[in-house]
């Protein structure tokens, strides 16, 4: 009877070490063959993410290049030459400069899919700045003013004050963030 289990352990001993051990390489091949494939999602991850940059990357640009373009309409003496007609009342022209910084600033909502949260605040900031310098200025102006009576208040307002025009700062702003983005 011992002999018998010697003889089994003599031939048992060798096989189960050899099972042992072929159980040990294929989970080992089995775990790299697992990190591999992590690896290689994390690399297919990160192409397209580079390859969503690079065709994202035009459309960031142009919002940003559209946003510098509305501060710059936004400016006093964009908005006045834009708005302003011969024989307007003052009321008449701050009217047509809050409704024409509203319907552009309605026109280019689109932009801040593309632009930083931040970027975006402080455009809102400054169109809700700007109508409020004209329609505080405006509502210190004679009943009688004239839209030419209005524009003068306004740029003395900026001239005299020495505040720059909101949308200088802001658009700064956008051009540091839109080269940020070209690298």
Request: negative net charge; hydrophobic residues 45%; glycine residues 4%.
């Amino acid at each position: 009877m011992i002999e018998v289990l010697l003889e089994i352990l003599k031939y048992g001993a060798p096989a189960m070490l050899v099972l042992l051990g072929m159980v040990l390489m294929v989970r080992s091949i089995l775990s790299h063959n697992e990190r591999l494939r992590g690896m290689e999602l994390s690399l297919k991850s990160a192409e397209l993410n580079a390859q969503k940059f690079h065709e994202t990357l035009p459309l960031r640009l142009q919002a940003y290049e559209r946003l510098v373009l509305y501060l710059e309409r936004l400016s006093p003496t964009s908005l006045i030459n834009r708005t302003r007609m011969e024989d307007m009342t003052a009321p008449e022209l701050q009217m047509a400069m809050v409704a024409t910084i509203r319907m552009e600033f309605e026109h280019n909502l689109a932009q801040q899919l593309y632009v930083s949260a931040d970027a975006w605040e402080m455009l809102r900031t400054v169109t809700e700045e700007s109508i409020t310098i004209i329609n505080n200025i405006a509502s210190r102006m004679d009943t009688d003013a004239t839209g030419n009576d209005l524009s003068r208040a306004l740029l003395e307002f900026y001239l005299t004050s020495g505040h720059s025009f909101p949308s200088q700062k802001a658009a700064l702003v956008l051009k540091s963030e839109a080269l940020q983005l070209m690298g």
